[in-house]
């Protein structure tokens, strides 16, 4: 069934990486929050209107956007109870040796280098913003993977940042110059 | 819903791997005859029960277990076509530009090292054995995470020999040595 | 020692990048010649021009070039006989189980995805152009960490082409279109 | 010069490994203290010793061996001024975008899992103990890829106890039975 002449357009997978998000309550803000949280100290002049843009880039990523899809289709599978048997239980429960919401996550991280990698890890430990309240959200939702993907997003758009700060430095400029 | 008391047995999570590989008509030794393909020219005195007794090493760890059941569940999803659009056009048609099967397969061959990682590399595109024959499968079948899968497991388990045999050689000798 | 004020010039890095690769007799276009034998089934209307557009723009990414000088400074020195027992030894015999080359590699290829590793790992064993030279050159050179750096270059801008690839079919078109 | 023959034996590198840390003023404990900061909040009955026997078996492995043999080579090439321009200063300088030396000791996080991963990350931005000492050293000391090659070592014995702490539960006991 390798019908590889049916494609699915880019368009519509970027709109359906937008929709499952939102679908989940997560916001482009929610996760540039995040990154200008971990990127202010070391990034003078930076806005948080620089921060959106940079999670925006990040989000139109082929590999990010087929991370967040698969990752939230087995979350919303696990609340509605449709995983086989022991799937269910280990992604219901979030269980802590269970790591393949990390390792999905980190397909993306890898491709912005090892500044996101490290900021990944760290993240994952000190849950910042929306991170906590995925983790601790209560009643019947499942969040094992989403957790993962908004850090592996904010951890992308942050590597972003400190590359281009680089950038600015260089040519004399922070990110002050930037509208 | 963290209920991080309620957990899943390991021998349960061992046993759901090997039915999930049967289900799929995999058997340990279509993937101990990869194995020897790849590490008989390099490994004097190998038989296929060495690379019978690799194979069933690495499917006895927690990382390469949930990377199977995960990549299995999607699969039989997209068989049945229970995943929503367009995740499951995309996962049916197994894109080439879809890499969360790849992703997913080289969590576990990263814990096997970088000699796990280029053989991993070489079975994707050199497609030996059962990993040919899932490549082509005809009808309805979806195999998109599990040939990765299985060169996973392969990979993982050359590894595992090409370092043993280094151990065996320290000592004066050789796979022929062991029964 | 942490003087992070005293910085060396992005400029000046990619000029020592090209100055290593010069000195260790590889040229883009021997790169760009694998990359073509790789992509080019793929790929209608691909020209080695192509191939050499694509390798020029992974050679200015910082953790390529990062790389490249570090793998390069240690093939030199083991030829000049000035690392430290057993380094020395191990890099001058390019030990089968020394994986610190492919890690090196392996960190610029993440960041081109999935398709890039996979085809690191196939360019590893079966040694192509450039590095079947590399991998067989006679007499005092040592390349260790040449034969990588170069898959991985190859396998970084192979990759890159294949997701153009396919934003070109979607815009109607293919690499014939492209001057 | 791929003199294949004359192989250093792994007792060799496994001392050299231990000398090389020693010269470098780390010792197991230190490491091991790490370890136990991590872990202790997670695992009953943890006391320093486990964490010192597995620091010594995450030393025992060959990834982890050539990892801090290469790495540390670099700090002291970079100490005496032997590197040549401009990696010398970009090691010398420890510059923020430099990603070799988290790269190389990803290699070896790797093959600890995904929980490695994330710790390593986490240790990466908050440094303690020893890692804290090696990133303020004063005078002209190195240790670019030390501060790296030591999270990596912590992170993965923290990850060897998490794994063996779930094996233990299953067994229905903790740490405190372990002698
Ligand atoms: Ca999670
Ligand atoms: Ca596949
Ligand atoms: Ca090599
Ligand atoms: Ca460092």
Chains 1, 2, 3, 4 share one sequence.
Do not use: W
């Amino acid at each position: 069934m390798h019908n590889k002449n049916i494609r699915v357009h880019s368009d519509e997978v970027t709109k359906a990486t937008y929709n499952a998000l939102e679908r989940r309550h997560v916001t482009i803000e929610d996760i540039a929050e995040i990154v200008f949280t971990m990127q202010s100290p070391y990034n003078e002049g930076l806005t948080i209107e620089h921060c959106i843009q940079s999670v925006v880039r990040v989000l139109n990523k082929r590999e990010v956007q087929h991370a967040v899809l698969v990752g939230i289709e087995l979350d919303e599978l696990a609340e509605k109870r449709m995983l086989s048997a022991p799937l269910q239980a280990i992604i219901e429960a979030d269980e802590g040796l269970f790591g393949v919401d990390e390792t999905l996550a980190l397909g993306s991280v890898f491709t912005y280098g090892s500044i996101a990698v490290t900021t990944f890890g760290h993240l994952d430990k000190q849950k910042i913003g929306i991170i906590e309240k995925l983790d601790t959200k209560a009643g019947e939702s499942v969040n094992t993977f989403l957790d993962d993907l908004v850090g592996s997003i904010a951890a992308c758009a942050a590597s972003r940042l400190a590359h281009r700060m680089r950038d600015l430095e260089e040519e004399g400029g922070t990110f002050a110059d930037i509208p």
